[in-house]
């Protein structure tokens, strides 16, 4: 079975360990404590309510088959005179797009505007994450 602890669950949710304490003490995520009397967070009820909470950005999921979008904003633009390269932030994460001159200028994309990543790929790479995020069978503080 995979634990996480409150820094971890923060980590992977991209916000304040003080914030999931919150979410625990309201019972909106169930954990319970560990041999040291730490709290820790089951994947499967963490998994739960990470879904839980999802929603869509934009709402226009349903028109589109595409199913992966990232809300964020724009950190570079940089063109040339057929091609272009877009990053956005999104969270933690920083997405790539390489797209044409003629669609960044129809989509007026500049440093600071909010964007949506819409990601559609027939091959995803998924790898498993290192033990130092998620603890296997482990309650170590």
């Not at 998620?134 to 170590?140: D, I, L, M, Q, T």
Request: charged letters at 25%; aromatic letters at 2%.
């Amino acid at each position: 079975m995979t634990v996480f602890r409150i820094s971890e669950a923060a980590e992977l949710l991209g916000v304040s360990v003080d914030t999931v304490r919150r979410w625990v003490d309201a019972g909106r995520l169930p954990a319970t404590r560990d041999e040291h009397d730490h709290r820790i967070v089951d994947g499967v009820d963490l998994a739960q309510f990470v879904r839980a909470q999802g929603t869509e950005p934009d709402g226009r999921a349903e028109g589109s088959s595409a199913r992966n979008r990232l809300r964020g904003i724009v950190t570079a633009v940089v063109k040339d005179t057929v091609m272009a390269q877009v990053d956005i932030q999104a969270g933690p994460f920083r997405i790539v797009s390489l797209m044409s001159r003629e669609a960044v200028d129809e989509l007026d994309l500049q440093v600071g505007s909010v964007a949506i990543a819409v990601i559609k790929s027939t091959t995803v790479v998924v790898e498993r994450s290192t033990p130092a995020v998620a603890n296997k069978g482990r309650n170590s503080s």
